[in-house]
């Protein structure tokens, strides 16, 4: 008499390749987005950041070329009209309203895009394809949104809360965010 539950063996190999992909996106991404310092983090200017590694090689990196933090607190705040601190780790806030760009290498960006993409269709009420770039997209909702752009300098997802504009005021923060973004 045929089962149709799955052997342990087969089950056990469907898990594994369902933690397989998250799994792969945390190993790359992890350490594009984390600081190792002790809970001490100096961000630095755009400028001095980028002056000091010249987008050089980082560990971090699958292809070694992750780019600096694009922004100064004083450059965010001038883009959403509101007083943003440094919080350290290209994030920045005011306790209410946050802003964080997390940079990768393309490479990174090219393998997680998809996955991000369809994540994004399935949390945020609108999601729009960018023309900017290799690839990108925009996702918004009421209270937060995320964009992603992929170019030649490297990944760069750019992610806000709590502004308070609503799905349209959160999309025009995302734009000008990314339009600032060096080419």
Do not use: W
Not at 31 to 51: K, Q
Not at 104 to 112: D, L, M, P, Y
Not at 119 to 133: H, I, M, N, S, T
Request: hydrophobic share 35%; charged share 25%.
């Amino acid at each position: 008499m045929a089962s149709d539950a799955l052997t342990p063996a087969r089950t056990a190999r469907t898990h594994r390749a369902r933690l397989a992909l998250p799994l792969l996106l945390l190993a790359l991404l992890a350490p594009a987005g984390c600081d190792s310092g002790d809970g001490i983090v100096d961000g630095g200017s755009a400028d001095t950041a980028a002056g000091e590694d010249g987008g050089g090689l980082d560990a971090g990196a699958v292809d070694g070329v992750r780019p600096p933090c694009p922004f100064t607190a004083a450059q965010v705040s001038e883009l959403v009209d509101r007083k943003l601190r440094d919080e350290g780790n290209c994030s920045f806030g005011d306790g209410i309203a946050q802003l964080a760009v997390t940079t990768a290498s393309a490479t990174a960006g090219k393998a997680t895009y998809d996955y991000q993409h369809d994540q994004a269709g399935q949390q945020y009420e609108k999601v729009v394809d960018l023309d900017r770039g290799e690839r990108g997209y925009l996702a918004v909702k009421d209270v937060r949104g995320e964009a992603v752009l992929i170019d030649g300098k490297g990944t760069y997802t750019v992610t806000i809360s709590s502004f308070g504009g609503g799905t349209a005021g959160n999309e025009q923060i995302l734009r000008r965010t990314l339009d600032a973004i060096p080419a």
